[in-house]
């Protein structure tokens, strides 16, 4: 643990300690809370404050565009298709529970062919055939095509899912260091390495990981085989079998939970989050203003808190909420956004580019494996709403999602598609930078004071957003009544070490 937080870490367990007294005086006490973002994590942080606190606290919930966040989809042709989060892993519990729970349906993953394709052609690709498809995998990549479901599943997954049984125990964790442990220990490692690096040791070939992995890092993150193991990992995982979504939206989702919350929304952009009482009884005020630029109403207003989360990336430098009057900087992870260009195109895929005569020769997904190639993939959409889809028997033009790390010119885009009925762009700020020299931050930036987002330094996916959620609800709630031993399980050795550098 970096020292910084060590010391955050300690401060919190201070004050924890005399919140732990006030709440013997008082026990009904119940906490004001606002939660800045309602995506996926803001949404699960409500659901699981709301458990925890009963139906009495004040919970309120600020989102400034659309509730979902990066949990979206899009229209086109009177039909919705998933614009950003767009597939969940069988194993994502969280994801896989709430959909249940709220009597959502889920729809298969496509079992479109798809391709490996680099500046020189396409390398590889599968057959309507499964043994054809393990034939020619198996001659190009020998037994790594095999054994990495095995690895994922078995070293990865595994542990991972760990998680969940200590959440179930109350437990939470205040630096996303110490979450990555209580996993495995060597998660924490896989932060610091590459994934390239990672596979190499497993023993894993050049040209698998060149190629097939470099592909699945492109489309899923929009970098490289050199991204830190863990989020790499986590990225392979998408890529497994049993891929899946949530019937009408995976943002259906986010919006069962607000609504179960039975939290307050407030349709408001937060400009600032000002330190108002510190100490003991520490409180927040929090303002906000209406999203649109053009409303004539820009008047600002503020509410009082005395627990606030922050449910949104805090990129270092592009945030516009401030934060005021605390006497010490926040610790807050230091990185930038990734952007990635989600473009829809309703059309023909220009099929000569790809190195076919026909149309229908051309996979549904094609992924591509080498930097010089101007665009992470194409891939053939379903309508989140598949069944519809069926009955309309007019539709000719397939939609294609490509990704793009930048804008792509009219040139390039006439590449791809020899002709099209309706294009869109969606620019995202879509996951961090990566890198293996980020420290893991922590989820507790002042006390009282939460960010759910620190956990997307070590991964970004729905289901991160959704464990540091309920992370972030039960470090609120372990810390408003004292729980502090269910909070890091800290050994004994560790304290002292921590009073030491005091
Ligand atoms: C193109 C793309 C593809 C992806 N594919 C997958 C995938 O297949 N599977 C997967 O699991 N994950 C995927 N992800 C990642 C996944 O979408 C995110 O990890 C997850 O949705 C993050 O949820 P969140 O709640 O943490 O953040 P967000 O969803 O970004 O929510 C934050 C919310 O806060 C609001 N907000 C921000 N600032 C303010 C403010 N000042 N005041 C009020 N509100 C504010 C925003 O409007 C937003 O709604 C993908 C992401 C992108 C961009
Ligand atoms: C899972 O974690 C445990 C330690 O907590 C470790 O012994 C084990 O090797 C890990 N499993 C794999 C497959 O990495
Ligand atoms: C998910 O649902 C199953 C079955 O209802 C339950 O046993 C399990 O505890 C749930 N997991 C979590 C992490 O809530
Ligand atoms: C299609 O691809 C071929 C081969 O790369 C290219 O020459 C042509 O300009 C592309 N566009 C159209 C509309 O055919």
């Known amino acids: 643990m970096a020292p910084m937080w060590k010391l955050v870490a300690y401060v919190v367990l201070i004050t924890g300690l005399f ?16 939660i800045i973002g309602a995506g996926v994590g803001g949404t699960t942080t409500a659901y699981y404050l709301r458990q925890l606190f009963g139906k009495d606290a004040v919970i309120d919930i600020f989102e400034q565009e659309r509730v979902g966040g990066r949990a979206r989809s899009i229209d086109i042709d009177g039909f919705e298709y998933e614009a950003g989060a767009a597939v969940i892993h069988p194993l994502n519990t969280y994801m896989v529970n709430f959909t249940n ?3 959502l349906q889920r729809n298969e993953a496509s079992d479109e062919r798809i391709g490996f394709f680099g500046s020189d052609g396409m390398k590889v690709e599968t057959s309507t055939w499964t043994a054809v498809t393990m034939a020619k995998l198996v001659w190009r990549y020998g037994y790594d095509i095999v054994k990495i479901q095995n690895w994922v599943q078995d070293s990865l997954l595994k542990n991972f899912t760990r998680i969940y049984k200590v959440q179930n125990d109350g437990i939470a964790f205040t630096t996303v260091e110490d979450m990555l442990q209580a996993m495995d220990p060597e998660f924490v490692r896989y932060t610091h390495t590459t994934i390239m690096d990672l596979m190499k040791e497993q023993g894993f070939s050049d040209i698998f990981i060149q190629e097939m992995v470099h592909a699945i890092m492109r489309n899923n993150y929009g970098q490289s085989v050199a991204m830190p193991a863990f989020v790499g990992a986590v990225s392979m995982a998408g890529a497994q079998p049993g891929l899946w979504s949530v ?30 009482k510190d100490g003991e009884g520490v409180s ?4 906000y203003k209406n999203p649109d630029p053009e409303n004539k109403n820009q008047e600002e207003n503020s509410r009082e808190y005395d627990i606030v989360v922050i449910a949104t990336p ?12 605390f006497s010490q900087p926040l610790p807050f992870p230091d990185f930038k956004m990734h952007e990635t260009i989600s473009l829809f195109v309703q059309g023909y895929l220009n099929a000569s580019f790809f190195g076919y005569e026909n149309r229908k020769d051309a996979p549904g997904g094609i992924f591509t494996v080498d930097e010089d190639v101007f665009f992470n993939s194409v891939e053939k959409q379903r309508p989140v709403t598949f069944k519809e889809h069926l009955k309309k028997q007019d539709v000719e033009e397939e939609v294609y999602k490509v990704f793009l790390n930048r804008v792509p010119t009219e040139p390039e885009v006439r590449l791809l598609f020899s002709g099209r009925k309706d294009l869109r762009l969606i620019n995202w700020k879509a996951y961090p930078q990566y890198s293996t020299n980020m420290e893991l931050p922590p989820f507790v930036l002042y006390d009282r004071l939460y960010n759910v987002n620190a956990v997307e330094i070590a991964a970004s996916a729905l289901e991160m957003s959704a464990i540091g959620g309920r992370n972030v609800a039960l470090l609120a709630y372990n810390h408003w009544y004292g729980h502090l031993d269910k909070i890091d399980e800290v050994s004994e050795g560790e304290t002292t070490a921590a009073k030491q550098e005091l």
């Open 314 to 325: 805090l990129p270092t430098g592009q945030t516009d909420i401030k934060f005021e009057d």
């Open 101 to 103: 729970m709220f009597g």
């Open 284 to 287: 927040y005020e929090v303002s």
């Open 247 to 276: 019937k009408g939206g995976n943002k259906l989702v986010p919006e069962k939970l607000l609504k179960k919350s039975n939290a307050n929304l407030i349709n408001a952009k937060v400009t600032q989050v000002l330190l108002q």
């Open 19 to 34: 919140s732990l007294t006030e709440s013997q005086e008082d026990t009904e006490e119940l906490p004001r809370i606002g």
